[in-house]
T-cell receptor, first 111, second 111 residues
Framework: KAGVTQTPRYLIKTRGQQVTLSCSPI?????VSWYQQTPGQGLQFLFE???????NKGNFPGRFSGRQFSNSRSEMNVSTLELGDSALYLC??????????FGSGTRLTVV | EDQVTQSPEALRLQEGESSSLNCSYT??????LFWYRQDPGKGPEFLFT???AGEEKEKERLKATLTKKESFLHITAPKPEDSATYLC????????????FGTGTRLKVLA
């Protein structure tokens, strides 16, 4: 059974640019969540989507946005990149209720 | 303010030397406590979910317990392959669901 797939694995962007990250959940999983992981802050919740609707949102600025498509695939977008946005971005899917299955993440470096 | 604290930050054990990792939380409206294992360069891997005080779950050398204020992850006779970062997370309700991760315990098991 395929796991959660995130693309790309690595990305280097310049300050001020925007970036789009992609996540394909496990087949049948309708809930997709995004997290930012940094050495100093650990894992921080960005947002959760369920059946194309944003169900929860963390405390991140409006530059961070996401969406979910009818096939449950999800994308997150970060506009006007800042150096502090450098992090590992993790996507996770679930059937709902219990633990997540995480992807391997996208390592974003902003220079 | 909702908070999750894990201790110790790092732990070195000899193979076979049992120990416990701690996750203490101060949250309102707990709707589940989760344990994950994360290996370098990978996303977290789900281990357990605990919902109510007194609940216990086991998987191989790992056993998770929950009280009203903290959770413990007991590792019995660890092996080098148990080396990883162990993350604790809580799901809380404050208007909508919110997910808070601790910063993890880095475990190193020496042969």
């Amino acid at each position: 059974k395929a796991g959660v797939t995130q693309t790309p694995r690595y990305l280097i962007k310049t300050r001020g640019q925007q970036v789009t990250l992609s996540c394909s959940p496990i087949s049948g999983h309708r809930s997709v969540s995004w997290y930012q992981q940094t050495p100093g802050q650990g894992l921080q919740f960005l947002f959760e989507y369920f059946s194309e609707t944003q169900r929860n949102k963390g405390n991140f600025p409006g530059r961070f946005s996401g969406r979910q498509f009818s096939n449950s695939r999800s994308e997150m977008n970060v506009s006007t990149l800042e150096l502090g946005d450098s992090a590992l971005y993790l996507c996770a899917s679930s059937l709902g209720g219990d633990g997540y299955t995480f992807g391997s993440g996208t390592r974003l470096t902003v220079v | 303010e909702d908070q999750v604290t894990q201790s110790p930050e790092a732990l070195r054990l000899q193979e076979g030397e049992s120990s416990s990792l701690n996750c203490s939380y101060t949250v309102s409206g707990l709707r589940g406590l989760f344990w994950y294992r994360q290996d370098p360069g990978k996303g977290p891997e789900f281990l357990f979910t605990l919902y109510s005080a007194g609940e216990e779950k086991e998987k191989e050398r790992l056993k998770a317990t929950l009280t009203k204020k903290e959770s413990f992850l007991h590792i019995t006779a660890p092996k080098p392959e148990d080396s990883a970062t162990y993350l604790c997370a809580v799901r809380v309700t404050s208007g909508t669901y919110k997910y808070i991760f601790g910063t993890g315990t880095r475990l190193k098991v020496l042969a």
